[in-house]
């Protein structure tokens, strides 16, 4: 199958388009792709693929797994957004909050946005000052199933559309993630309308065996779709059900504050608010 991509006509006909049709296939695939897997999903010559992995490599935005032969990003297209969104006021305009808040409740608040099918935390405040500290890194991609964000987010869309993300990335498994991490699409669907009827969505052991979260969902002011969720996450022993139910009001104040900061925001105020491509037009 390896001569298809250099005889089918490719969709990429420039450089600078196959370059970014190599970065978004890398960006969809957290276990990484073989030069011979992109070569022939995106119909380019072989040759013409391993040259543009090479460049990518060459400038720090991908790197091979020796191991098992596949490309993957590194971490540098994700600085190159989070420099875009402190530089367009998203995160200037939205960290007083969330400094706020985290003073306030005492753990880690983390803000994510909606990035095409996934959801991106890109900004948090820490307000834990002495103890065990959740402290992850940003730009990771949060977990749907199992994580407080993805409830609340999902909890927006009707039931298919929330398990076509689901199946896109996959169930959280136990092993992997906490002892509650929801495995079957019935205990999923339950956290999910539990979210919808509270308002927010609650995770305890379900991302991880010793953590708990709370999360909202923020909605654009003009189109009401969720563009972004804020979370607030820590140690079980500190956080356990009801303290998160105690912590609520004070999370969703905030969250109608960040609402209000929109149209301050060029990026927030966009539609389409992606961690990647912060434009008007997108698809949120």
């Given at each position: ?8 006509e ?11 049709a ?37 400038t720090?935005?991908a790197?091979q797994?020796?191991?098992?032969g596949?490309?993957?990003l ?26 706020r808040l ?12 909606v ?5 991106t935390?890109?900004a948090r ?6 103890g065990?500290?959740y ?17 609340a ?18 169930l959280?498994?136990v092993q992997?993630?906490?002892p ?15 979210a919808?009827?509270?308002?927010y969505?609650?995770a ?9 979260a709370i ?12 563009i972004?969720?804020?979370s607030?996450?820590?140690p079980?022993?500190?956080?356990g059900?009801a ?23 060029p ?11 912060l434009t008007?037009?997108?698809?949120a």
């Amino acid at each position: 199958m390896s001569n298809v991509a250099s005889t089918a006509e490719s969709p990429y006909a420039g450089l600078f388009d196959r370059g970014l049709a190599v970065l978004e296939l890398l960006a969809s695939s957290a276990e990484g792709s073989s030069l011979t897997d992109i070569s022939e999903q995106l119909q380019i010559p072989r040759s013409a693929t391993h040259r543009l992995l090479s460049t990518l490599c060459d400038t720090g935005y991908a790197r091979q797994e020796h191991e098992r032969g596949t490309y993957v990003l590194t971490s540098k297209l994700q600085a190159l957004a989070f420099t875009h969104l402190a530089a367009d006021g998203t995160i200037d305009a939205v960290q007083p909050v969330l400094n706020r808040l985290a003073a306030e409740v005492g753990e880690l608040v983390r803000l994510s946005v909606v990035d095409e099918q996934r959801l991106t935390w890109v900004a948090r405040a820490q307000g834990a000052r002495s103890g065990l500290r959740y402290d992850p890194d940003m730009g990771m991609e949060a977990r749907l199933s199992c994580s407080a964000s993805g409830y609340a987010w999902l909890a927006s869309m009707t039931d298919k559309q929330a398990l076509a993300l689901i199946l896109r990335q996959g169930l959280g498994q136990v092993q992997n993630y906490g002892p509650n991490a929801p495995q079957t699409v019935e205990a999923l669907l339950t956290n999910i309308q539990a979210a919808r009827e509270q308002g927010y969505a609650l995770a305890v052991q379900t991302f991880a065996d010793w953590m708990s979260a709370i999360a909202v969902a923020l909605h654009h002011p003009v189109t009401h779709e969720v563009i972004g969720v804020v979370s607030v996450a820590g140690p079980v022993f500190r956080l356990g059900e009801a303290r998160l139910h105690q912590i609520a009001p004070a999370l969703i104040a905030a969250v109608a504050e960040i609402r209000q900061l929109i149209p301050g925001s060029p990026a927030l105020m966009s539609p389409g608010l992606t961690a990647l491509s912060l434009t008007p037009g997108g698809q949120a």
